[in-house]
């Protein structure tokens, strides 16, 4: 609650850097000259009219003469004013007061609003093969144009390593899980708060130990498996207890299958979307995963021509793995408790097995409830295997990255040309952490226009060189346990993301789909994990899903494509009360963006570019305010701090 949640974005400095004290002799110096210039307009003016502020020269002229004073004093606290200096871009410079749009709160049945995944607006659209819960987003015109409440009671998530068990009740208001999975031990209800034990529908023993039988059959520990997903992943406890392994895992579901299971995972500070394997490709550029895992994920992987197991295969690494457990992976000990025919069960493990087969998938290892394919190095046996398993063909000419609204196909996505049956097609990974900085496969190979080893090599430096400047105008960057579940709007190479490995957060990476460059694969080859985002529509989380988002020219990016103030709502939607953001962008963006914001009840700051104020791009830092829906008998008020 806000007497819980002290404000965070205080620092125990000024959030400008400390500024050195100069000799007399050089303040005497810039005396003289703002004198003399002063002088001089009065000269040029014209007398006594010249010092009336209405003709603007000595209003700019004095201003300038102040920046200059404060840059050479001791002074430790200035306070960024830009209204007189920066034109909004339409050649008029107008205040904040004059142009700022109030944005009031939403009905508190909003509170889990999540724009394209709308239940009433899902009802449009066809059941078969799940279309309707793929993302559908309002039409021009039907966005909310208010700000989502928190559920009153609201309080910050607990911090990281202790997210992992707990959550608390008041943040996800729902205990349908703790009844329907109260067997299966995925989560208990205690007093004013979720614990989640770790288990799930076939570890009952727990995600830990179920970890440990699977690194029994693969190496988990070695560096060599850093990416994975997780389809269907319930409250994600499979995601949250590899972290420990090295290992980051992008969990899905769709949105509530089971009540608020991806929102539960986000609470726990695990990575996570609201995804469905329906109609379209997931939206990750291919070869991006090291492992792909379903524990009783309920997809009918042989339905559909194999459409959903051909997907799996686009997006896994070669050489990757595919694990399944539950039905029909040992039938003969299960199939009474999964109330289904042994013949069932009998022929479902016979299709699976036979669409792996097709897609050239060696089988490892079945033992127990669990078992494991893998994905060839390279296509050189595959494409002459094609002559015996004449489906899938391979895809014509097409790009297999393309994932933003690409409707998946029945067809084998083939990998790089190689000539050499030992070859890995695409290129040798570095084993982790190794991987993290050695230049990406699809940089050192020419297949990313533009980008060389050089520029990526450079762009990782100038991102650990940004961040240590953002930890010096925010020391809460470097508190652990302050920010766990981090957003890059605009990632480019990763490099925000790769600055922060050693920091106890996680990062989603986004490539917008209007980025010229699709750099997503080079992320997912650093170890690292996103997703693509057209920042037009909304995104497929939950409210209050980050602690803090990075928006690098982001809206210099989306000018004329949409309006700002609906990315800036988006972005309020998704960030917790509390919250940080940090924009990069021209002065002139920004300060359009700071008016929006404080519409938006957000405290926020202008600041210099690290490399000094000359440069025309700035950062404008900012904080949402904490506030909450009402109490029922408080309908129609705020509770804010």
């Known amino acids: ?39 001089l307009g009065v000269w040029q003016y014209g007398g006594a009219n010249a010092g009336n502020t209405s003709s603007g020269f000595n209003t700019v002229e004095t201003i300038h003469c102040i920046q200059i004073e404060n840059k050479t004093s001791v002074t430790t606290s200035i306070d960024l004013d830009f209204k007189p200096h920066h034109s909004t871009g339409d050649g008029a410079s107008t205040s904040p007061e004059e142009s700022r749009t109030e944005f009031p709160p939403c009905d508190v049945n909003y ?63 729902h205990k349908e899980l703790t009844v329907e999975k109260a067997v299966q031990n995925w989560i208990r209800f205690e007093g004013d708060r979720f614990r989640f034990p770790g288990g799930g529908t076939m570890f009952p023993h727990g995600a830990d130990e179920y970890i440990d039988d699977i690194g029994k059959l ?58 469905v ?72 493990q016979s299709v699976i097995e036979t669409l792996a087969k097709s897609l050239c998938w060696k089988k490892l290892i079945d033992k127990d409830d669990i078992a494991i394919w893998q994905k060839p190095t390279n296509h050189i046996h595959c494409k002459i295997n094609r002559k015996v398993f004449k489906n899938p063909l391979f895809c014509p000419a097409q790009d297999p990255d393309k994932a933003w609204y690409t409707k998946m196909e029945t067809c084998l996505t083939p990998l790089p040309v190689v000539y050499n049956i030992k070859e890995i097609a695409g290129g040798q990974l570095a084993k982790w952490p190794e991987r993290l900085t050695a230049v990406p496969p699809r940089i050192s190979s020419g297949s990313i226009e533009g980008i060389t080893e050089e520029i990526f090599r450079e762009d990782t430096e100038l991102w650990k060189r940004r961040l240590a400047h953002y930890k010096t105008l925010n020391n809460q960057l470097g508190q652990q346990g302050r920010y766990r579940n981090l957003l890059d709007m605009n990632s480019y190479l990763g490099g925000f993301a790769a600055a922060l490995v050693d920091d106890p957060v996680w990062v989603m990476n986004v490539v917008p789909t209007e980025a010229k460059i699709n750099t997503l694969g080079v992320i997912y080859e650093r170890g690292l994990i996103g997703t693509y985002q057209n920042w037009s529509e909304a995104m497929s989380t939950y409210p209050r899903t980050y602690d803090l988002i990075h928006a690098n020219s982001i809206f210099s990016l989306y000018k004329d494509r949409c309006e700002m103030e609906d990315i800036l709502l988006e972005m309020d939607r998704i960030l917790r009360p509390e919250g940080s953001v940090i924009f990069r962008d021209d002065v002139d963006v920004l300060a359009k963006i700071k008016r929006i914001t404080d519409g938006l009840k957000w405290n926020s700051q202008m600041i210099d570019h690290e490399d000094g104020p000359n440069k025309r791009e700035k950062l404008l830092f900012a904080v949402k305010l904490y506030w909450t829906a009402p109490t029922p008998d408080q309908e129609g008020s705020i509770t804010a701090s």
């Open 277 to 348: 394997l329906a109609s379209n490709r997931l939206p990750y550029p291919s070869r991006a995963f090291d492992m792909a895992h379903c524990s009783r994920c309920l997809i009918p992987w042989g339905q559909h021509d194999g459409l959903y197991l051909i997907e799996v295969d686009r997006i896994l690494r070669p050489g990757g793995y595919w694990i399944l457990s539950g039905p029909p992976i040992n039938w003969k000990k299960h199939w009474r408790g999964w109330e289904r025919t042994q013949e069932d069960l009998k022929a479902e």
């Open 1 to 39: 609650m806000a007497g819980s949640n002290p404000p965070y974005y205080a620092t125990s400095k000024p959030i400008y850097p400390y500024l050195k004290k100069t000799n007399l002799y050089f303040l005497a110096l810039i005396t003289v000259l703002c004198s003399l210039s002063y002088l």
């Open 111 to 173: 509170s889990e609003y999540t724009p394209c995944e709308d239940a009433n607006r899902s009802l449009k659209f066809e059941r078969e093969r799940l279309v309707y819960r793929e993302r559908h987003c309002p039409e021009k015109g039907e966005e909310l144009k208010c700000r989502i409440p928190a559920p009153y009671g609201y309080k910050n998530p607990f911090g990281w390593p202790e997210s992992r068990d707990l959550a608390w009740y008041a943040n996800v208001p």
């Open 218 to 275: 693969i190496n988990l520990r070695d560096g060599s498996i850093r990416t994975a997903i997780d389809t269907g992943c319930g409250v994600a406890s499979w995601g949250a207890y590899l972290v420990s392994r090295n290992i980051l895992t992008m969990s899905f579901a769709p949105r509530d299958t089971h009540e608020a299971q991806v929102q539960f995972a986000l609470e726990r500070g695990v990575p996570a979307l609201i995804g």
